[in-house]
C-alpha cells in the first residue's frame, strides 16, 4: 500500500504530490484510494464536506484530521491513539 498527497495548489510538485483536489474522483479512481484524510486549514469545512459528497465511492473510507489534535474522525467512528471506536 502506498500513500500520497492530494494538493489544493494546482502548482504544487512536490514530493508526495499525486495530484490536484480538482481531480480528486479520477485520482481515486486511477490509484484505487481506500482512505481520504482531510485536515482542516487551507480547506474550509464546508468545502470538505463538498468533497465528502463529490466523491462518495463505495469502500472508500472518508476522515477529518483535526490539527492539533489526537484523533481522526470519519463515517460512522472515532479513531483516537492507534484505537478505533464505532
Do not use: W
Request: with cysteine; glycine share 10%.
Amino acid at each position: 500500500m502506498s500513500a500520497g498527497r492530494i494538493s489544493i495548489d494546482s502548482e504544487d510538485k512536490e514530493e508526495g504530490v499525486i495530484g490536484n483536489i480538482a481531480d480528486i474522483k479520477d485520482i481515486i479512481k486511477e490509484k484505487k484510494v481506500r482512505e481520504v484524510i482531510f485536515t482542516p486549514g487551507k480547506l474550509t469545512y464546508s468545502e470538505i464536506i463538498d468533497c465528502f459528497s463529490i466523491i462518495s465511492v463505495k469502500n472508500l473510507s472518508l476522515k477529518i484530521a483535526y490539527p492539533g489534535e489526537k484523533y481522526l474522525l470519519g463515517s460512522g467512528s472515532v479513531i483516537t491513539h492507534g484505537k478505533q471506536s464505532f
